[in-house]
């Protein structure tokens, strides 16, 4: 009999991580006001694996990101990336570290530098790292350029000399150059056309599995991320809802915040049968969120425990929710 091979460690695991941003003011009144960004997050994100993050504006997602890459520091919790914690490294002992995570950011014109060529976008982080001699460095670009389907004669432009998508194009590259194991795609397709969106995820999808990269797409863009995810996980007011396959949570979600996102993707056939979730009201302040449940405010099934306790992220019919009434059910 063969034995069972022994469980793969993720590369990237958050522990319970929390991100307050502190406001001005309150010093007369003695009591510090916070932005409560992200509220205890934990998860796990295997190697090879596309995870996407999905959520309203403002429910936190962008601040995971940044927090992951040590952008900006953790209140608190636990950062393991690739077997180390990160969670308080200083700058100097994550420079090895920041190589195996890229970003690919929203908005490609304002994360490519408008006084540098192309060639030296995508070559500044290969001198960074010393990935290969400047006497390669030529070829190395091109390369570069080749994979995301651009050419050569790119490399000699600015980023206002050529459109959106090829910015975009141009920022993945930069972000495949230093060969690394994760990278957070944050609103990757979101200032671009339609068009263009579909042919970047495609681009995004077969660089996956050429390379066996791992991502984390972050997105409000449901269609978007069931078209690329493998595992998604539902954001809402700086806290995980819903975490599971994508099939499982598109063709049957079980929390009524992803009910509701899915409900609200603009479909060419109608079902009848389908029950909506219509949300009501506007998210709430994240410097005052509400007690128990954070979604009781706008979800139409809150009951009296909805509003008291706050409910665990547990594992409910083969994936992790947070709500009492499907964990009742």
């Known amino acids: 009999m063969n034995a069972s091979p022994p469980p793969q460690t993720p590369l990237l695991e ?7 941003f502190r406001l001005p003011g309150g010093w007369l009144s003695g009591q510090a006001r916070y932005v409560h960004a992200v509220a205890g997050v934990s998860l796990s994100v295997q190697t090879g694996e596309v995870f996407g993050l999905v959520g309203e504006s403002g429910c936190g997602k962008t601040t995971l990101g940044r927090l992951i890459l040590r952008l900006i520091e953790p209140t608190s919790g636990q950062i393991i990336f690739d077997g180390q914690d990160i969670t308080h490294r200083k700058k100097k002992d994550l420079r090895p570290i920041r190589r195996e995570m890229q970003v690919v950011f929203q908005n490609p014109l304002a ?15 290969m001198r960074t790292h010393h990935i290969v001699p400047e006497s390669q460095m030529k070829k190395k670009v091109h390369e570069l350029l080749t994979l995301v389907g651009l050419g050569p004669q790119h490399a000699s432009r600015y980023p206002h000399e ?12 930069r972000a495949l150059s230093v060969n690394p194991k994760l990278i957070i795609l944050d609103e990757p397709t979101s200032a671009l056309d339609v068009s263009v969106q579909a042919q970047i995820i495609n681009l995004l999808q077969d660089l996956q599995e050429a390379h ?24 809402y007011l700086g806290k995980l809802v819903e975490v599971g396959d994508a ?4 063709n049957d979600p079980q929390h009524p915040y992803t009910q509701a996102l899915l409900g609200a993707i603009p479909r060419p056939e109608v079902d009848d049968d389908q029950e909506l979730v219509i949300l009501e009201g506007t998210v709430p302040s994240p410097v005052n969120p509400p007690p128990g449940c954070r979604f009781h405010t706008r979800c139409p099934l809150t009951t009296d425990i909805c509003r008291q306790k706050e409910p665990a992220l547990v594992e409910v019919n083969g994936r992790l929710v947070a709500c009492h009434l499907v964990q009742a059910s």
């Open 212 to 235: 066996g990269l791992t991502y984390i797409f972050i997105s409000h863009d449901l269609s978007v991320v069931e078209h690329i995810s493998d595992r998604i996980g539902v954001m």
């Open 14 to 20: 958050l522990h319970d991580v929390v991100k307050r």
């Open 247 to 250: 099939e499982d949570i598109f």
């Open 162 to 173: 050529i459109s959106g998508g090829q910015c975009q194009r141009v920022a993945i590259a």
């Open 111 to 125: 994360s490519l530098s408008p006084r540098m060529k192309i060639f030296d976008s995508v070559a500044e982080p």
